[in-house]
């Protein structure tokens, strides 16, 4: 008999797992809602940090190693975003940070990576994307955490070309417990938290890394995996 580890690799077994837990627990706990006419997620519970989280719009994120040239909000699709030009403390490397934090404890992330797309079209009248590839890095956990264990990122890494400028481009939802490019992701994450009385804050995130015209997105990987460490950590310590 064939064996389903040849079908499936060890990811793809623990999303299975996730989304049939996560339908377990929806069947479990929709009866009585039903029966009662009390839906958990008609009034799901409070988002503890959005406080900090609708902060970011106004300032930003304080980046160590990183000053910051300008910040503003900007209206990306129907979303009011934190643009901010930062610039690496004694180097001439400069980077485009888009922050987009959950504004309301319903919010959750939808079309965010189209709408940049269409916001970086009406800016520079092109985004032509190429050498798309997944990348993951890791964040250390920080201080006001008791767990030491490592947090990972999955994010989109791809090259976007305008008339103007090449840019090098990363793209997550930042998490408390990492992050995912993947708005489905966050919903089964979300979902479980809830059923703990909990929830998962979340931020978009994208950084724009102005690179070499056409040149090899790879080149431009160290900075854009250590802008996005600095990024997520930076979240979790202080606004997720």
Known sequence: MISFSKFFKENQLSQVAALLLLLLLLAIGGVPGYLTG????KQPPPVT??????????T????????TIEQAEQQIGEHKWSLQVIKKEGSESQAILLLLPQNGPTD???VEWTDVNGWGRSRWGKWDIAQY?????????PAKLTSKVETKVEARFFRAVTPQQTFAVLQWYAMPDGGNPSPFHWFLTDQLAQWRK?????????????????????????LAQSIGETVQAKLMADSL
Do not use: D, N, Y
């Open 133 to 141: 590839r997944s990348a993951e890095f890791t964040v250390k956990p």
């Open 108 to 110: 959750q992330p939808e």
């Open 38 to 41: 009390h839906w958990q997620w």
């Open 198 to 222: 909990q929830r998962t804050p979340w931020v978009g995130v994208s950084i724009l890394i102005p690179m070499e015209p056409l040149g090899q997105v790879e080149t431009s990987w160290p």
């Open 49 to 58: 940090t959005l406080k900090e989280l609708r902060q970011i719009r106004k």
């Open 60 to 67: 930003g994120l304080a980046l160590p190693g990183w000053q």
